[in-house]
């Protein structure tokens, strides 16, 4: 099946550093990559839905310039949190769809943990 | 507005059968789906379904009316590695996942 592969799985930042975020498409092209954050004991919140060469659509409230998303080739998508504070620390998760498959499925990586300090 | 519903918690059985209720109101409709995350998890696939019906899969299964704007998962012989949180979506017109909140489902001896 569609593997979404994210890294890193976990990573604790400083305030004010920034932070990159990959998701690649293993067996699929990902022409659309969804960015989800989630605080805890909270639902997934959609952040911004990327397309391979043009520019991400950001959800209402969230800034474009603090989260800037980068979907340069049909298998990678990056997130860069900049200049990171402790209100950014969160779970963030890609997802992307497989319009080859049957079902519309909805592939997630498997999340990264953001801490801020 | 584009709004999901289904309950917050619910408590349930080893080895019963637990049903969790989903609503949705959505500016066109592309199908339901059903997510299942454990905590610090990714939300991983279980179903979806897009025409009226009942759906088995093991002991999950899911069902649909959209004339009533509802579904449920309906999970069978209950394990423990069943607790989880239990996520509804649907697709809207655009192909997009509206999220419900997630219903968390706590599994007793």
């Known amino acids: 099946g569609a593997v979404v592969s994210q890294h890193p799985s976990w990573v604790i930042c400083k305030s004010g550093t920034s932070v990159k975020i990959e998701c690649r498409s293993l067996?699929?092209?990902?022409?659309?990559m969804f960015w989800y954050r989630q605080f805890p004991k909270q639902s997934l919140m959609l952040m911004a839905t990327s397309n391979e060469g043009s520019k991400a659509t950001y959800e209402q409230g969230v800034e474009k310039d603090k989260f800037l998303i980068n979907h340069a080739s049909l298998t990678l998508s990056t997130l860069t949190v900049t200049s990171a504070h402790p209100e950014d620390s969160s779970f963030y998760i890609c997802?992307?769809?497989?319009?080859?498959?049957?079902?519309?499925?909805?592939?997630f990586g498997s999340g990264t943990r953001l801490t801020v300090v | 507005g584009q709004n999901i519903d289904q309950p917050t918690e619910m408590t349930a059985t080893e080895g019963a059968i637990v049903q969790i209720n989903c609503t949705y109101q959505?500016?066109?409709?592309?199908?339901l789906f059903w997510y299942q995350q454990h905590a610090g998890e990714a939300p991983t696939f279980l179903s979806y379904?897009?025409l009226d019906g009942l759906e088995e899969k093991g002991r999950f299964s899911s069902f649909l009316s959209r004339s009533k704007g509802y579904s449920y998962l309906l999970l069978k012989e209950l394990q423990m590695k069943d607790s989880a949180s239990y996520l509804c979506a649907a697709m809207d017109s655009n192909y997009q996942l509206i999220w419900g909140a997630g219903t968390k489902l706590i599994i007793k001896p």
């Open positions: 959505t500016s066109g409709f592309n199908g």
């Open positions: 067996d699929f092209q990902a022409t659309t």
């Open positions: 997802s992307a769809r497989d319009i080859g498959a049957t079902t519309y499925g909805y592939t």
């Open positions: 379904n897009v």
